[in-house]
């Protein structure tokens, strides 16, 4: 089934509207931003219509921008800064546009974002921008040809130095190892020995050993060795890790082994150690991509993604890895940059995410409306493509030979804007409908569009020159109790649009909204059926019409 918006098109051209908002600028470039940190860039949009206008936040396609001007009120000639935030979380380029849209949907503006974000480390030359299989290369060429200390200097400087609490600084007085899986402590041991004999440690090869035959340089490789004590290191032994859901056969501390959600045995670690797993694992991946023995299968890939965020990097896990650093020449990379993870498809195939088009249309509504015979009428769309990838045009069609399409395009490049001109030429006095039809890649849009011809005057002098402005009145009476009369104008048919709000100017409920001809209206507001029970107060009251906004308080008197 394919998509259907509706146009209805109006006198006033796109062009005339949007050359009544100007803006300073319809793209905004932030300098290169530290990951961790924010920077702005600003534009100004000014007023050049007679009339206030109103236009909301309607969408922000990337959430590393923001804005706290969610709301834009601009008085006839008033110029107002916009201020957009870039914070980066990763050290890569971020596109997107924010939109902006008024009250009744006519108007609208789009300025694209670009923005760079470093991490002002050793990480930024050879993965800046990287993405999948590149950025996994890159890290795999970082951390080959790391220096092998060998299984007993590795083990020996894992129990004495680098998991000791007494020396790398996790406050104990003696030397003090702690099993990853348990919590169980070993106090007061001499030598690696000592512990091993005397206090019962062992060290647990996070892959384990036997998938690759206890060979160096993965068998004396740091990033996956920790002290566990023999019961844990035994009880895990070979199985994958994963989240326990039944039949559990042994539970200390949070570590538990049973079944999986596949009827696998597993092993789960506690929570405080499932982050360090994941690390561990996929960094063995980065390291020795062989996979060796098969043993990294999907499901375990997917539950570290999970614990990667869930259990994030510490302090001592960050100390950890520079002491293994110091001795192996080589950080693990995904302690220093867990989020590398997000931007690795998979660690287990050379795979690339797909590319993707995205098609948003802005304004959501454009009125062609009493246009006189054989004049024209001009509006435009705007078509943003929020996708990676460029999106195609086979073709734009309209089935009304009173509407015509202007201009070409046949493609739209990644995250870029174009727009559609559009033109009503009316022959009679009726209305006209049509569809606007557009063939891309990713699927046909179907749009319907009307408009309205009407007469040429026969003399320059206008039955309705008392209706050439948009106006709103006080109303009468006021004070009031329950009912008052609001009167207004409008100078040309289209949508109008009257709503009521608190003096916070929370929306309260919409009291008009609907196509109406030029002409003078009254509305008999009776604030006793608005079924909301309204307390005595001030009250505000919007009237919307072609962008333009007009608003005058109420007192509510019970």
């Known amino acids: 089934m394919r998509p259907i918006l509706t146009f209805i098109f109006v006198a006033l051209s796109t062009t005339i509207i949007n ?24 534009f100004t949009a000014s007023n050049l219509s007679p009339s206030e206008k109103e236009f909301r936040l309607e969408l922000l396609t990337n959430n590393n921008f923001s804005t706290n001007d969610t709301i834009i009120i601009l008085q006839p000639g008033q110029q107002i800064p916009v201020t957009l935030l870039f914070s980066p979380k990763q050290n890569v380029i971020e596109e997107g546009f924010v939109i902006y849209q008024s009250l009744d949907s006519t108007e609208a503006f789009v300025v694209k974002l670009k923005g760079s974000g470093n991490h002002n480390d050793l990480y930024d030359s050879f993965t800046f921008n990287l993405y999948d299989v590149e950025l996994k290369t890159a890290l795999t060429n970082y951390v080959s040809n790391h220096t092998s200390l060998g299984y007993n200097t590795a083990r020996d400087k894992m129990f004495m130095e680098i998991d000791n609490k007494k020396v790398n600084g996790g406050g104990a007085t003696q030397n003090t190892l702690e099993c990853v899986y348990t919590g169980r402590l070993a106090v007061g041991y001499t030598n690696r020995t000592d512990a091993q004999n005397n206090y019962n ?22 990033f996956h060795l920790y002290p566990t004590d023999n019961t844990a290191n035994s009880i895990r032994g ?21 079944t999986g959600w596949n009827g696998n045995i597993v092993f789960e670690p506690r929570d405080v150690h499932k982050g360090n797993v994941s690390r561990s694992m996929l960094y063995f991946q980065l390291r020795y991509p062989q996979n060796y023995g098969s043993f990294l299968d999907t499901s375990q890939e997917n539950i570290f993604r999970v614990w990667n965020k869930i259990d994030t990097v510490d302090n001592a896990e960050r100390t950890r890895n520079t002491a293994i650093a110091a001795l192996q020449g080589k950080r693990n990379p995904l302690i220093d940059h867990p989020e590398f993870v997000d931007r690795i498809l998979s660690f287990r195939s050379n795979t690339n995410r797909t590319k993707f088009a995205y098609l948003n249309l802005f304004p959501s509504k454009t009125y062609f409306d009493s246009t006189e015979i054989s004049d ?35 493609s739209i490049t990644p995250f870029s804007n174009q727009k559609i001109q559009l033109a009503f030429i009316p022959d009679s006095v009726r209305e006209y409908n049509g569809e606007l039809s557009i063939q891309t890649s990713v699927g046909n849009y179907v749009y319907h569009v009307s408009g309205m011809g009407k007469e040429k005057p026969l003399s320059a002098q206008s039955d309705a020159s008392d209706l050439r402005e948009f106006t709103l009145e006080n109303n009468y009476p006021n004070p009031f109790n329950p009912s008052t009369v ?21 929306e309260l409920v919409t009291l008009i909204n609907e196509y109406k001809q030029k002409g003078k209206y009254s509305y008999d507001f009776d604030a006793s059926k608005t079924g909301l029970n309204l307390s005595s107060g001030m009250y505000i009251y919007r009237l919307a019409h072609f962008g333009n906004i007009l608003s005058k308080k109420m007192i509510l008197i019970k």
Do not use: C
Request: hydrophobic share 35%.
């Open 201 to 222: 440690f062992n060290t647990e090869h996070t892959y384990p050993q036997s998938m690759f035959g206890s060979s160096d340089p993965m068998y004396s490789d740091l």
């Open 376 to 410: 024209t009428s001009y509006a435009s769309i705007n078509l943003v493509n929020k996708g990676s990838a460029t999106l195609t045009i086979s073709s734009i069609n309209i089935n009304d030979s009173r509407f015509k399409v202007l201009n070409v395009i046949n």
């Open 486 to 506: 609001i009167n207004f104008s409008i100078p040309s048919d289209g949508e109008v649009i009257l709503k009521l709000y608190d003096v916070l100017g929370n």
């Open 19 to 42: 050359s009544q908002i100007n803006l300073s600028s319809d793209e905004l470039n932030f300098p290169i931003t530290k990951v961790g940190t924010q920077s702005s860039r600003s």
């Open 238 to 258: 070979n199985y994958i890790f994963g989240v326990v859901s039944t039949s559990i056969t042994w539970n200390v501390a949070g570590s538990k082994r049973g």
